[in-house]
């Protein structure tokens, strides 16, 4: 029996790296899967086609997280096409690293725009539209815990993502909905390789006991347990998916 045979999932910015994975891997445990992204068309669809071919449900929505009537219609969108959200999975993120005497104005709002905003807008949606007995996962990032000079803003955003996800754990837990955040180590994505020369790669990599970058695969897989009935019990926790390098 697959893990998420019936089950529903919004994936926020799914059309590539971690958030692709994890829609990849919904869709195998047997999810009807919501990919989002917010400019990427080509590879949304790309996706789709990609889950359909190998016998899963899919379809690709647009909506850019920071902007709260597009969150709305994006789960009024889900919910009219599949009758329900289930799952959803806050995954949409930007990562700006500057010193923080270079950070602009505009940097910063960005960076709170899409990582804060983008997560506090789909949990209002989810507050009243996600089904009960659903599961919500957040994702933060293993750099709040290993501090590293550049990231200010962008371990400041997902240090908010970790207080939502705890404080909304209290909010809907009456609905038997669990909230917990995962937190990645330096993964293989564009996100994490963008500006950053090879020896900057190395580096962070040998900060792992493993000596080698996360797979966007090595992620997905913890989320889908997290989505889960088997992880039911775990609530409001934040958990570590980064080979042991904090
Ligand atoms: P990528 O840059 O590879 O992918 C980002 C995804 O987010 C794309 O699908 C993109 O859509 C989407 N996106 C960006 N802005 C918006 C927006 N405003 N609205 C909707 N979707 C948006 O990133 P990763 O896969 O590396 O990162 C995914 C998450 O994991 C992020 O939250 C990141 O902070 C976190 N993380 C990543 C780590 C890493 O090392 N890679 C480590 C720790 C955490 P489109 O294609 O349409 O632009």
Redesign the pocket.
């Known amino acids: 029996m697959k893990k998420l045979t019936n089950k529903v999932v919004l994936v926020?910015?799914?059309?590539?790296?971690?958030?692709?994975a994890i829609a990849m891997e919904m869709a195998k445990e047997g999810a009807k899967v919501v990919i989002?992204?917010?400019?990427?068309k080509a590879?949304?669809d790309s996706l789709v086609q990609t889950i359909s071919n190998e016998g899963g449900v899919a379809i690709a929505l647009q909506?850019?997280?920071?902007n709260a009537a597009q969150v709305q219609a994006l789960f009024d969108h889900a919910v009219a096409h599949f009758g329900k959200v289930d799952i959803l999975v806050n995954?949409?993120?930007?990562?700006i690293t500057k010193l923080l005497k270079d950070t602009t104005d505009e940097d910063f709002t960005r960076q709170f725009d899409?990582?804060v905003r983008?997560t506090f807008n789909t949990l209002r949606e989810a507050a009243t539209k996600l089904a009960d007995n659903g599961s919500i996962i957040n994702?933060?990032?293993?750099?709040n815990r290993i501090i590293l000079p550049t990231y200010s803003t962008?371990a400041a955003s997902?240090s908010a993502v970790e207080q939502l996800t705890r404080v909304f754990t209290k909010e809907i837990g009456n609905r038997g909905i669990n909230v917990n955040s995962v937190?990645?180590?330096?993964?293989n994505?564009?996100?994490?390789r963008k500006g950053k020369t090879d020896e900057a790669i190395e580096r962070l990599k040998s900060m792992s006991p493993f000596n080698r970058l996360?797979e966007?695969r090595d992620t997905a897989k913890v989320v889908v347990f997290l989505a889960s009935d088997d992880a039911k019990w775990i609530n409001a926790q934040n958990i570590g998916v980064n080979g042991g390098m904090s």
């Open positions: 926020t910015g799914a059309s590539r790296g971690i958030g692709a989002n992204y917010s400019g990427n590879e949304a909506a850019d997280v920071s995954n949409a993120g930007i990562m899409i990582n983008g994702l933060s990032s293993s750099n962008y997902k937190s990645p180590g330096p993964t994505t564009e996100l994490f996360g966007a």
